[in-house]
Structures are given as C-alpha cells and as structure tokens.
C-alpha cells in the first residue's frame, strides 16, 4: 500500500528566480530531461532501441531489471557516452554536444563505495565543488555545508577509509550536491544501508528533491522505497521505455478491495456475497468486489464484520504496488 | 511457520572427514591450475627464461667460456635469481590467489582433511614449475655447458623447485605480501645472509641447490664443501614436509573470508 | 522553509542555514584542469596529509640541493679558480650527480598521481564532471613535469645563482643568458622525459607498489641489458643510448656544449633520436592505455 | 511440536582485539526459514560466519547436528552457505563449479547432483559461457545451486537478495521458501525487509553485538507494550467516529488528521480490532480504510534497534 506522506507544495521563495516555480500555480514546467526515440548499441549488443521519456521536475525514480542500461542512461545523460539516434535533451541541452557545460550543473553519485581511502571527507568534496566549476574560496565553504547537511559534521575532517558503508553513501552525496547543481543522478543510494540507514538517506534525498529545489533522478531495486520519495517514475525493458509518468497516475487502482481478518472469515464472506458483492478467499485475506468504488464496498464490509464481530487487522483498497506494476510491465506476470 | 524449536542435540553425524583424497585432490588441482597458470605469468616467466638464455649465448660467443665458468653462469643466474623467482611467482599463487579472491571457502568448507587442500596446491605449484622452469634451465645449460652441467642444472632445479614450492606455498597462504617478503628472502636472505659463512649457508635452499649442481657437474669450485647427495634429498624433502605441515595448520586455525 | 527577514521585528533574527543554490559563474574546464594540477601537487608533496606521507618527497627533493651547496662551499673555501679542479661540478654533470634523485622521485610520485585515482573510483568521478580524459592526462602530466623539476631543473638554476654569487659562474649578461638558457632546456628534457616513463608504467597497473617497482626495475634494466649487448656481443653502438638513466644526462651534457658526454662514441644526431623514440612509445602507451580505460566505473 | 535443533548457540562471543563483535549470544533452531536481522556492524555476518564454522568463537560453543563446525569434517558436508562475496572461479562454467561443490562433499553422482540443483535455480546446466560474465542475479543463483548440492541440513545465505532487481528477489524468496518448507534449517540475513516477511515470520535480531529478540515478529510487536500500536483509519465523519472510538473502542489516543482521516494509537490492538467495526457502524460513519502503521518487519526492527 502506497502511503506516501504527501508534503504539500511548501511556500518556496527561490532567490533564484526559476521561471518554472512562482508561488502561486505552479507553471507545467518544462521537462529536464526529454528522451525521443534514443538508440544506442554497445558494438553489436543495442542497448536502446527506443527509449522514449520526459522527466520533469523533482524526484524521479528509474526502473530496470539488471542489466537494463541502467548505467548506460546516467553516461549519455552526462554526455559521456553518444548515442546511435534519436533526440535527447538536458535542462535544454544536447548531452552529446554541451557535455562539459552541462556536466558542471550536474551531480553524480556512482554505484561503487570505492572512494579515495587516505583523503579526508572535507578535502574530497571540496576538489570535487572544485572541478566542478566553484571557485576555490566557494568550494570550502559550500563543501562543508553539504557535509553538515548530509549529517557528517562532526566527521568531515576523517580520512573516508575510516568511514562505514553508511558514511560513504553520504560522502557521495555530499559531493553530488556541494557544487550547486541543478540536477544530481544518484546510482542506487540506498545500497548497503540498513533500514534505519536507508530511512534517514531516503528523507535526505526528500528533502534535497523538494526543499533544495534541486531536481533528482535515481536509480534503486527497492521499489517500497522508489514509491516513498519519488513524484514520478520511468521503468526501461528490453531496450524501450516501458512505462513513465507520475506515480500517481501509473498505480490505477486494480479495483475492489482487501480484507485482513484473524477470525471468522467465512462468515463474513458468507454475509459479503449476500450483499450482492463478490468475494475469494485466499489465505487469510478476503478480496472483495473488482471494480465498485471503494465506498459501497466499504459498507459492506463495515456491516458484514460487525455483525459477526471479527476481528478485522486489515481493510483498503486494492492498490497496485510499484511491484505489481514493475513485474507486470517489464515481465508480464 | 514452526516456532523456536527446544534445544535437544541430535544423534552425532560422522565427524571424520567423509571424502577421500584420491577424489577430491584431482578436481581441486584441476581448479588450481588455471587459476595459477595465468597468460600474464607464463609470459613474464618464460621471458626472464629467455633473457637468461639470451645471455647464456653471450657469454658463450664471447668465446672465453671454460667449463669451470659455464657451472658459475648456471649457479649466477640460473640458481640464484631464475628457479627462486620463478617459484616464489608460481607457488606463492596456488593458495595465494585462492585466498585473495576469496574462493578458499569452497575448498575449505568441505568435508575433506585440509592437508589435501595444501598438497593440491603444491602439485599444481610443481605441475606448472618443472616442466617451465626444467627445460629454461635445461636449454641454459646446453648452452653455456656439456652433459654434465645440463644433468646437473636440472637436478638442482628439481631441488630447488620441491624446496622453494613448498616454502612459497605456505607463503602465499599466510600473508597478501607473499611476492614482496619472498623477494626479501631471496634476495637479502640467501644472498647476503647465506653468504657469510658456511653454517649461515646451511640455512638457504640456496646452498642445497648449488651442492646439487656442484656434485653432479662435478665442479668443486662452487662451493668450499657441498653438501653429500644423500644430505640434499634429506633436507629438501624435510623442508617440503616441514612447509607444506605448517600450511595445514594454519588452514585449520585460520579465519576464511 | 526560509523564513523571510520582517524587518520590524526588533533586534533578533533567525538565519536560514538551509542549502544555498550556487548561481555565481563557474570556471569551466580551465578550472576544473588547475584544480587537478593543485591537488596533483599537493598529493605528490604530501600536504593536507599525514607526516609519513611527506618523508620521501621532502627527503628526495633535499638530497637533490646538497651537492649544489657542497659545490658553493668549495668555491668559498678554495676560491672560485681552484673550485673547479677541487670537484666543483660543472652545470652539465650536476644532472648526472642527481638522476638518482630523479629516478627514485620519478618511481614514487609517478605512480602517486595516476594510480590511487584509478584504484578509489576517483577517476570515473572525474569523468562525471567537465574533465575529460585528455584534459585530465594533461593536468597530471603538467603536475610531474613541474614536480620532477623540482628535483632537476631549480637544483641546477640553484647552482649557477650560488656560483654567481661565489665567483664560480659566468661572467658578462650574454654568458649567463646562455647558461640559464641552457639549463632549462636541459632540466626540461629529464623533467618531461621521466614524466612520460613514469606515467607510461603508472598507466599499466592500478597498484601503486607494482607500478613504483615497475619503473625502478625498467630503468635499472635498460641500463644492464645496454651494458652487456654493447659489452659482451659486438652490438652497434648506439645501443648504449637505451640506458635510460643515462640518455637524459646524456642529452644535458650535448646541451651544455658537449662538455661532458655519457655515450662517447654515440652520435648527438642518435642519442637524440633515441630519446624521442622512447618518449613516443610512453605517450603510446600512455594514450592507448587510457583510450580503451572503462568509462563508466 | 517441538521440532529437532539443527543449529545450538550457547553463549557464544567474538571480539576482534578489544572490539566486541557478539556477546552472550544464544539460540536453537530448528527447519525452516529464519531472518537473521539487525543494523550494519551489528555482528550479524560475524555470528554467520561462526555458524558456519569459517571463524572460531572467542568464547561459547556452537553446535551444527551436535558437532563443532570447526573442527568436525564430517558436519561441513552437511552445511551450505551463499556467501555475499561476489568472486567465484571466474573461468569455470556453472556446471563444472557446481559438480566440484557436489564431488567435494562426496555426492555418488556428481554431474547429475549439479544438474538437478542447476535446474532448482532456474539455470540452464549446459550454458557454456563462464561464470565471469555471468550477470550478478544468475551468479547469485548459480551460489545458491552450489549451497544445495548435496541436500544439506543447514543452509546459510548472507545478503543473498542485494543488487537482484525485482523479479530476480521474487524467484529467490519463493526458493528460499521452498527450501525451508521442505525441512531444511535456511538462516538469511538480509536488510530487504519487506522481502524478508515474505519468506516467514521467525526473526533472530542482533543489535550492538546482543540478541535483541527472537520467534515470530507478529508476537514480539505484542511483547512491545510500551509500543502503542498506530493505525490509521480513512471514513466520511472522522470527528464523530473517533469521539465513539474513545468511548468503546479500547483507543489510547486519536489524532484527527482531518475530515477523512484518523490516526488511532493503542494499547489493546486485538480488542480494537474487534470494535472498530461495530463502533464505525454504530457512529454511522463509512470505512474507507484501516491500515495499520507500524505492524510490519520493518516497523518491529526500528523498534529494537532504532528509534
């Protein structure tokens, strides 16, 4: 179930006047990243055969099986790879062409954990502010702030070989976002963290997404989470873009309902079916109805458990996790 | 889902090992083999070989070659910098790459007695090193020198090539350095150490194989006063035997990754 | 969440310390290539790091001054015309004197430079960023010219500023142009030369240690295997000049004049070309190695 | 029934110098599934790794079918374990890695031994590529092939879903269950954690060294009555519906979100759960929604050892 904390669009004054975001109605902003019909083949193996896609603003979640060109993606988007066709565009540029410029706005955290044992964290970020444009008076200042914001304060001056998987995570997204760029591409930045670790790393990349006014893409097998921080989402099969678009919009319904009970279930399937709605049992859990609106099933189901008073652990409707979606599109099953 | 069962401890399961080494120690030098007989190490190897060889006919043309001094070219380069390294660069790699890419554990978990593990490794270590290291010394031999000195440059590789193997095998296991503190033993230990007196010699593998080349080349000149032919075989195999025990112990106390 | 300053509300305030947008302009690649070249430098050096890191530098970089002080002392005890026969060097041999320095310098900070970036991941950062590969090999390769001078170039400059001021140098504007000239030119040629050899082997192995012991090995070698073709077969001469820690002294000495020469009967037209040879065949290398480097790691 | 211990820990500790790894750590278990849980650094792979026998216990004595991992041979024919390391013999094929685990542990067949696990794992046993360029979801499977080779009684897997995509995790847990179903004693430890759920409910969680808690995480939440559990409720007349609540529904606490939202906090869930529908019916208010907040794995594991 999707139970995403909604954070209302907060009062964003940007100092910064970005065209896309004024206080009132937001404008449709344009996308920051559009994809036509991009190809792209490693010597013989393609790749891409059409990869179709535009990722606007804020946080954006990209889905692939294990060797879907997850990687591929995030090299052409930086320019560092071209492609065989097709048109592609970032904050308005052409990756292939304005790679450089575009490269400086944008922050990348890579998959590995592999980082510079013997530098202290301070000294990396900073380099890295630094070879991404930043004055190095600018560099100092901003690359302590992204690491107290990540939460490393006290130990930025620690050499990174000393630091736990936990602690290199943060040190690259520290470096993602120490330059001021406009959009980071974070490679599964949740990998190796514990629950508790992955809690505060997904509220971090929340907040970055939302109150940075920085706009994110990233890459993660744990879909749960995907749906926790991002706004919208792009899953890539066999080459093509299988799915885009808000996440909202993506998890239609698949209609009717589930109910959890301890006890008592063929009873009150019993008095559901007699109401007229359909009920299947499988497990411990009812799925009642297909596609009546959630309010007339809610009905009978309130009467139905209360008259034979169970015990109800569970009730709503039957909502398509990013799982079901994910298996569905890219697998079919 | 069963709930935590009461603890009883069940019957006792055979606590001997369970198989026997005539099956497992083939597949696991079948394994070992390829592992340790990389393209890059067999190309470096064979091309000190030839450089040695190169050398060998340098010496020989230079035509002020006598027997005397084809003995002391096949001990100078052969005995004393050749067989070492290239055993240390072999053996040292049988358990040692086993060790560094973390595949020991599927030797090593296995009801199998470990000093099979540690023997497959020092088979597969002499499997590559004779035939390698027997025929550049061999062709070195023939180069510089008669019967005699080929006989004896390849008994003394032999010689060489079981001591070494053993002592480099163990290295390999024990520590991630084994190719540096290997080149600190032959270098610093047989060749300055060894050098200082004869009971200092006694302590280097060196001194056996250079007695062995010695005795069967028939060149007195090499050594004040080699060691018997019987005195070799002893101390060579007490070495390989001494080495390849101490392996087994450490397998079984160490810690697997 | 920030929270607008009233202006009206007395005298205290509350500052937002949340994240500030950068939309101040950037430096580019230019930037990008000096911030490699520093941090280059001060890796190299041992700075922002811990003690032990700068030993070896600080140590190489002091025994390539002494004798140029040893040098002037003699002037000051003997009197500038005496120097000279007492075993003041002239600025030629002092490159010989120091290419020990030189070599050892090279085997440690060649490899310093270009093989932690591989090995910690910190180059495929570099590649997600306005560098590319060739601007990146080009700040390095600027960092160990600059670095390797330090150890053969400035010492000799050191030398002729000491001798001028004991008596020992040139006289009259005209000469000591044409010295100063000359040491540049010839601190330029083992700078960059060794450079090219350090980053070539550097470029072969992630490991820092194999690359350093690669580079001690291939340059002692050179020598050994020179030595005998030349000595023990009738090889040709100009054989000699694949010594490489000779070659560039070599190249000083026909620089300075042909005062001092290392390969005798090598002529200047060969020992050159040999020079160049070698030098080509590391840009190889160094070029090919990085062309089919992964990029995406 | 009380089912046979196939793994005893008694006490068991490791330090590494004067660091502690694990302390006083004791469990029995038996067939079936069992998630070894806790934080990064918590001794969860250390204790693995002692089970297995690959590191000797600094202290406390560890038990596989009654013998010493360590020191018996014979018992380590009778372990499988998936380690997270991702080497293996690079050059080799599936089938040859998979037949030498098979011929080491002294299976009759071989060959055959290693087809049928292959084909356990989905994998095609005559796929002559090398292992090497296997991608990581396959080499994670051909692992698991070589762990239950020769039918062990203990199989152990260390972090065997990360890095799989999703699909990859679905056809691994769903093996994994099998595998437990069929009696054989599967220890996993893993981070995934609504994954985990789905393999069973019998956690074993390590936090700072200790064993924070252990049986079926459904019963530890209940043990956690200084908890209250949270629930949210979505109806059409959430003020009228939650001031009933107070008055029968055995609530502690209600926050009024807004019109259609209630978050309830309680400390007797089972008797909530039996009032919430007759007190909606009663206040005439719809049900749209009962959900509760902090009943899953995950939730119970913050719980122990997080906030």
């Not at chain 1, 097998?221 to 926790?228: D, G, N, Q, T």
């Not at chain 2, 790459?97 to 007695?113: C, G, K, N």
């Not at chain 3, 930037?31 to 922002?48: C, D, P, Q, Y």
């Not at chain 4, 064993?211 to 007349?237: E, W």
Request: glycine share 10%; proline share 5%; with cysteine.
């Amino acid at each position: 179930m999707c139970d995403r904390h909604q954070i209302g669009e907060s009062e964003h004054v940007n100092i910064a006047v970005d065209p896309g975001l004024t206080p009132q109605a937001p404008l449709p902003s344009p996308a920051v990243i559009s994809a036509a019909a991009v190809s792209k083949s490693w010597g013989t193996t393609p790749v891409f055969t059409d990869l179709t896609a535009n990722i606007p603003k804020g946080i954006t979640g990209l889905l692939g099986s294990n060797g879907s060109g997850k990687t591929t993606l995030f090299g052409m988007l930086l320019g560092l790879h071209d492609r065989n066709g097709g048109s592609l565009s970032v904050m308005g540029e052409d990756p292939a062409t304005a790679g450089p410029e575009l490269r400086q706005l944008i922050g990348y955290s890579p998959e590995h954990h592999d980082l510079p044992v013997d530098v202290a964290a301070q000294d990396f970020v900073r380099h890295l502010a630094e070879v991404h444009g930043l004055p190095k008076h600018e560099a100092t200042t901003r690359s302590s702030d992204a690491l107290w914001l990540v939460g490393l304060g006290e130990e930025r001056a620690r050499p990174i070989g000393t630091m736990s998987t936990g602690q290199r995570q943060r040190v690259k997204l520290a470096q993602a976002i120490a330059h001021g760029p406009s959009l980071i591409i974070l490679d599964e930045p949740t990998d190796g963290l514990d629950p508790v670790q992955r809690d505060d790393m997904l509220e971090l990349i929340r907040k970055i997404g939302t109150d940075y006014g920085i706009d994110v893409l990233l890459s993660s097998h744990l879909l749960e989470e995907v749906e926790r921080i991002a706004d919208n989402v792009v899953i890539i099969a066999d080459g093509k873009t299988v799915a885009a678009g808000r996440i909202d919009d993506l998890q239609i319904g698949q209609g009717g309902a589930v109910v959890v009970l301890d006890d008592q279930h063929e009873a009150v399937a019993r008095s559901i079916h007699e109401a007229g709605i359909a009920v299947r049992i499988d497990g411990g859990r009812l799925f009642v109805g297909n596609d009546e609106p959630i309010e007339a099933i809610g009905a009978v189901v309130r009467d139905a458990v209360a008259t034979h008073e169970a015990s109800l652990r569970r009730f709503g409707a039957r909502q398509q996790s990013l799982e079901d979606l994910f298996l569905h599109e890219v697998h079919g099953e | 889902m069963t709930n935590v069962p009461t603890p009883q401890p069940s019957p006792p399961v055979a606590t001997r090992p369970t198989v026997s080494a005539s099956t497992a120690m083939p597949a696991m030098i079948k394994r070992i083999l390829p592992a340790v007989a990389t393209r890059g190490r067999l190309l470096a190897l064979s091309a000190v070989g030839l450089a040695g060889i190169l050398i060998g006919l340098a010496v020989r043309n230079g035509d002020q070659i006598d027997d005397f001094a084809a003995t002391e070219f096949i001990s100078a380069f052969g005995l004393t910098i050749f067989v070492p390294i290239v055993a240390l660069v072999i053996a040292s790699a049988t358990l040692g790459t086993l060790r560094e890419d973390r595949t020991l554990v599927y030797f090593w978990l296995r009801p199998i007695a470990r000093w099979q593990i540690v023997l497959a490794a020092f088979i597969a270590g002499l499997m590559i090193l004779v035939p390698l290291a027997g025929l550049v010394m061999a062709v070195l031999a023939a180069t510089v020198g008669d019967g005699s000195d080929v006989a004896g440059a390849i008994v003394a590789t032999l010689v060489g090539v079981v001591a070494y193997g053993a002592m480099f095998t163990f290295l390999g296991l024990i520590t991630k350095r084994a190719l540096a503190w290997g080149l600190v033993y032959i270098l610093i230990w047989e060749g300055f150490i060894g050098g200082l007196s004869r009971f200092a010699g006694r302590l280097s593998i060196r001194s056996y194989t250079t007695s062995a080349l010695s005795r069967i080349a028939d060149d007195p000149s090499l050594l004040t006063n080699p060691e018997t032919t019987p005195v070799i075989i002893v101390i060579t195999a007490a070495l390989t035997i001494g080495f390849l025990a101490a392996a087994t112990v450490y397998m079984n106390a160490m810690e697997v990754d | 969440m920030t929270s607008e300053m009233q202006p009206n509300a007395g005298s205290a305030q509350i500052y937002d310390r949340g994240y500030r947008p950068y939309d101040g302009d950037r430096t580019g690649v230019s930037g990008a290539v000096k911030s490699v070249f520093r941090a280059s430098i001060e890796r190299a050096l041992g700075l922002r790091r811990k003690f032990r890191f700068k030993i070896v530098p600080v140590l190489t970089i002091v025994i390539a001054y002494i004798p140029a002080l040893i040098f002037m002392g003699l002037g000051v005890l003997f009197g500038s015309e005496v120097a000279g026969d007492v075993g003041a060097a002239e600025y030629a041999d002092y490159f010989g004197l120091i290419s020990i320095a030189v070599v050892l310098f090279t085997a440690f900070v060649g490899p310093e430079l270009l093989c932690p970036d591989r090995q910690s991941g910190l180059f495929g950062m570099y590649l997600a960023s306005p560098l590319n590969k060739w601007n990146y090999l080009a700040a390095k390769v600027g960092a160990l010219t600059l670095l390797l001078s330090l150890v053969s170039l400035f010492p000799v400059l050191f030398l002729l500023i000491g001798y001028s001021f004991t008596g020992q140098g040139p006289d009259g504007f005209g000469e000591v142009a044409k010295t100063v000239g000359q040491i540049i030119a010839a601190g330029l040629v083992v700078s960059i030369f060794y450079t090219l050899i350090g980053m070539a082997i550097s470029t072969l192995t992630k490991r820092q240690g194999f690359a350093s012991a690669g580079i001690v090995m291939v340059l002692i070698a050179s020598g050994v295997f020179a030595g005998i073709l030349t000595e023990a077969t009738n090889a040709p001469d100009w054989v000699r000049a694949f010594d490489l820690i000779s070659l560039p002294t070599d190249i000083a000495g026909r620089i300075f004049d042909e005062q001092i020469v290392q390969f005798e009967n090598v002529s200047t037209s060969m020992s050159v070309a040999t020079l160049f040879g070698v030098m080509a065949l590391c840009a190889a290398i160094i070029v090919g190695g990085y062309q089919r480097m992964e990029v995406t790691k | 029934m009380t089912a046979q211990a196939v793994v005893v820990a008694d006490r068991i500790s490791k330090w590494f110098g004067d660091v502690v790894a694990v302390s006083e750590v004791s469990f029995a278990l038996g067939p079936g599934v069992t998630a070894l849980l806790g934080p990064n650094g918590a001794g969860k792979s250390t204790t693995l790794r002692m089970i297995a026998g690959l590191a000797p216990t600094s202290q406390g004595s560890i038990t596989v079918l009654g013998n010493n991992p360590r020191s018996d041979a014979g018992i380590r024919g009778r372990i499988g374990l998936v380690s997270q390391e991702e080497e293996l013999f690079a050059e080799q094929r599936a089938l040859e890695f998979v037949a030498l685990a098979a011929l080491l542990c002294g299976v009759a067949n071989p060959e055959a031994a290693a087809r049928s696990a292959l084909g356990v794992v989905e994998m095609d046993p005559d796929d002559q590529r090398p292992i090497s360029t296997y991608s990581k979801g396959m080499r994670q499977r051909v692992k698991v092939a070589q762990a239950i080779v020769h039918r062990p009684d203990l199989l152990l897997l260390d972090e065997p879903l990360t890095g799989l995509d999703p699909r990859q995790r679905l056809a691994m847990t769903t093996l994994i269950q099998q595998l437990g179903a069929q009696g054989m004693c599967v220890i996993v430890s893993s981070h995934v954690l609504d994954e985990v759920e789905r393999l069973g409910s019998n956690v074993l969680v390590i936090a700072q060294g200790r064993l924070a808690a252990q049986g079926n995480f459904h019963d530890i939440r209940a043990l956690m009555d200084n908890r209250p559990h949270r629930i949210r409720v979505r109806t059409d007349k959430a003020r009228a519906l939650a001031s009933d609540l107070l008055t029968y529904g055995g609530v502690n606490g209600i926050t009024v979100v807004d019109e259609t939202e209630l978050l309830v906090d309680t400390h007797q869930v089972t008797l909530f759960r039996k009032r919430i529908a007759p007190t909606a019916r009663y206040s005439g208010a719809q049900l749209f929604e009962v959900h509760p907040l902090d009943d899953d794995l995950e939730s119970v594991f913050k719980y122990l050892v997080g906030r």
